[in-house]
Structure formats: structure tokens, C-alpha cells
């Protein structure tokens, strides 16, 4: 089967990674750079090995190219883009309109176009149809299914082949199509009734864990204040066998999910006349994080952070990730530099962000522990400066949330 993946990033190589082992991939992507390094079977993401990369493209199973002409004879088109936020926090769908434009002018026969990309119910019918359509030179009848994205970049006991896929189509033709592709390398397919139920089941997966983050965040502030320990209050409350589902504080939420989905879900509401106060105020809480970090950090320090130099440790969004997609980490350099700090920050894994390289661990009179990466030794982290304050509870004898 000839297999087009729109997007080579987190999710696109993934799921080329995944379906290469049975299908002829093309790998579309814009960015010529990672192109170039994909068909040399060097791999730009953890989840990817080079050498699985390079076996695909020995086996004529795998090409990336930026050329959308390539993708012309697919009889299966994913799409693997992003769909991020707007400056003001309303969902970007460009992403998707530059692939509806990709495909719609490139297809050159009738094909099965899977979206896989995170958006608002109703985005494959309403949009990815019609958009795929506008620009099709000619009356094709594709077929049309979405199966979101489940990819947690770093895992290794969950991936494509056992994590539970859910899938529908527009009609029953896709759907069925649809499964047969998936049943390649899936093990685990659910069929829902419809593409809004499969893409609002992906929306609130995301929005539960944001609902959740900031209570725990919030209750961490409230912990504080209180004078007892955040971290042994949730342990404590974690022996209750039923009931409860432990989540920990930290300085917000990062990547490409958990900060976004939930303003999705929100727009789509709001178009619907149905308020949604309380996915707004869960976004609301964790993007005060970094704020009320920076503020304990400074009336710990004399009630200022002017001229003093204070390192960020950790700016990924998550552990062992290079993935800097909505770090919080930004946010605190931000309020730090609004407070006048002079700001470093160092982290082994990611080494080149905003242009510039990582700084070497310590040398600060401040150190804000934002992630924590295996690779860290958290005993030079608690050496790395006379104050240093952790986000992550994993630092023994730092001055913690």
C-alpha cells in the first residue's frame, strides 16, 4: 500500500515509523533540513530509532521528501501536522489548510485521507472535506476518517502498536478502510459512531489532565499557605485504593497537548452557546505557575530578583524530551526577566533553544529546577547554587512547591 504522511514531526515520523514496516511511506514534510537528515536515516525525535529509520529506507519502505508532487499516486494520505494556538489563545488550524492544500492539489486518484491531527469536532467534515476539495483540480470522490494521535513522546511502554486507537469514518466505506490500514501495526482498534465523538474523545482526554494539573497546582499554593507539605499530603491521600488518582505540582504543563486541547474543546463550546468556566480557569491556574514560582523565589531571596543571577534548569517540557512545545520553562524565564534577573538556563538534552546554547550547571546565586532529566545529577543540581528551588519534588533538600 502507498502510504503519504503529512508531517514529519512527534506524531508523522511515528506513525511512518510504525506503518513503514508493511506500507511504502512517503514522508511530506516543509522543513528541507529534517527532510535531508530523514532520507540519510538520522531521526530528529526520540521515539524514532535511526537505525529502524534506516532499515525502512534499505527496504524501499521509507522516503521523505518536500516535494508534494511525490505524493500524487497515495492510496492512503495521513495527516500528522500540528494545530497550536494563536497569540490570543484560539485554535490555529493553518497547519491543516496547508495540508488540504497539499493533498487536494497533488492527489491524482481517488484515496483515503486519515486526519490524525488534534482539532474541534467537526474539523474533518467541515474543514478537512471542503478544504481538500477547494483545491482539487478536478472532482475526486476521496474517502475521509480521523483517527487521532495518541504519542507521548519518551514513552516506551505505550506506543503505536499497543496503545488503543480510536477510529471513525465518514462513511461506512472509510471506516472500514480505515481499520484495515491501522490493524497493520495496531493491535488494539475502536470504532466510535462518529468523527466528532473520536475527536472530542481526544480533547477531553487532554482537558482531564489539565483539570486535574491545576487542582493539584492550585492545592500546592493552598499546601503553602498552610505550612505542610504538598508531596506527603498527596502520598498520604494516594493510599486511599479507590477513588483517587494521584497527579503532582509542578511549574505548569508543556507540550503539544495539555496546554492546547483544552482551548480547542473551550472554542468549540463557545460556538455552541455552552460555557466552559471551568477548562478556562484550569488554563488560567497552570499559566500562573511560573508566576507564583517567581514570587516565592524572590521572598525567599530578600523580596527581589534585581541583578541577581538565576539559572533555569531544565527547559523541556518533560523529562528525557527535547521537546520545548509550550515549556513552562519560558514562562519563567519571562517573569524573571520582568523582575530583572539575569537569566541562564541549562539543560543537557535540548543544548540549542531561541539561538542560543545551553549554559553550564551552576555559577547562578538562584536555581529554579523546572524539569528533571535522568541524565541530571541531583545532587550538583542541589550544589549548583546557595538557593535552590524545585518544581518537580524530586530534589532532595531544595526548597520545593
Not at 497533488?106 to 478537512?128: M, Q
Not at 514560582?293 to 524530551?321: F, H, M, W
Not at 535540548?350 to 539561538?355: F, I, L
Request: charged share 20%; aromatic share 6%.
Amino acid at each position: 500500500m502507498k502510504v503519504a504522511i503529512i508531517g514529519q514531526g512527534y506524531v508523522g515520523l511515528t506513525i511512518s515509523a510504525f506503518a513503514s514496516k508493511h506500507h511504502q511511506v512517503i514522508g511530506f514534510d516543509n522543513n528541507s533540513e529534517n527532510v535531508s537528515r530523514l532520507n540519510q536515516g538520522i531521526s530528529h525525535i526520540e521515539g524514532v530509532d535511526s537505525k529502524d529509520l534506516a532499515s525502512a529506507i534499505a527496504a524501499g519502505n521509507y522516503r521523505a521528501t518536500t516535494n508534494a508532487s511525490d505524493i500524487s499516486e497515495a492510496e492512503i494520505v495521513v495527516i500528522a501536522v500540528p494545530t497550536p494556538l494563536t497569540k490570543d489563545r484560539k485554535p490555529d488550524l493553518s497547519f491543516i489548510e496547508s495540508a488540504c492544500k497539499t493533498i487536494g492539489s497533488s492527489l491524482k486518484k481517488p484515496a483515503l485521507i486519515i486526519n490524525e491531527s488534534t482539532s474541534f469536532p467537526g474539523t474533518l467534515r467541515h474543514y478537512i472535506k471542503p478544504g481538500v476539495e477547494k483545491y482539487s483540480a478536478a472532482k475526486i470522490e476521496h474517502l475521509y476518517a480521523i483517527s487521532p494521535e495518541r504519542v507521548d513522546p519518551g514513552r516506551v511502554d505505550w506506543n503505536q502498536k499497543n496503545t488503543p486507537r480510536l477510529f471513525a469514518g465518514l462513511t461506512k466505506q472509510a471506516s472500514d478502510r480505515t481499520r484495515s490500514f491501522y490493524s497493520t501495526f495496531c493491535d488494539n482498534l475502536v470504532e466510535v459512531s462518529s468523527p466528532e465523538v473520536a475527536e472530542a474523545a481526544k480533547l477531553f482526554e487532554n482537558t482531564f489532565r489539565q483539570v486535574n494539573i491545576a487542582l493539584v497546582n492550585e492545592f500546592a499554593e493552598i499546601a503553602h499557605a498552610l505550612g505542610i507539605s504538598v508531596h506527603e499530603t498527596l502520598d498520604a491521600a494516594n493510599t486511599k485504593p479507590y477513588g483517587f488518582m494521584k497527579f503532582s505540582p509542578s511549574a505548569g504543563v508543556g507540550g503539544h497537548c495539555i496546554p492546547v486541547d483544552p482551548s480547542y474543546l473551550a472554542h468549540v463550546a463557545a460556538e455552541m452557546g455552552v460555557p466552559a468556566t471551568f477548562i478556562q480557569r484550569a488554563n488560567e491556574v497552570n499559566l500562573e505557575m511560573p508566576k507564583y514560582i517567581v514570587e516565592r523565589v524572590a521572598a525567599d531571596n530578600g523580596g527581589t530578583l534585581k541583578g541577581k543571577r538565576v539559572q533555569v534548569i531544565g527547559v523541556s517540557y518533560k523529562p528525557d524530551v527535547a521537546d520545548v512545545r509550550e515549556t513552562p520553562a519560558e514562562l519563567v524565564i519571562d517573569e524573571l526577566n520582568s523582575q530583572g534577573a539575569i537569566t541562564s538556563w541549562h539543560d543537557p538534552i535540548v543544548k540549542n533553544w531561541h539561538g542560543q546554547e545551553s549554559s553550564a550547571l551552576g555559577g547562578s546565586e538562584i536555581a529554579i529546577v523546572v524539569t528533571l532529566h535522568s541524565a541530571m545529577d541531583k545532587s550538583a543540581v542541589l550544589k549548583s547554587a546557595p538557593y535552590v528551588f524545585d518544581t518537580t519534588g524530586k530534589v532532595d533538600g531544595a526548597i520545593g512547591l
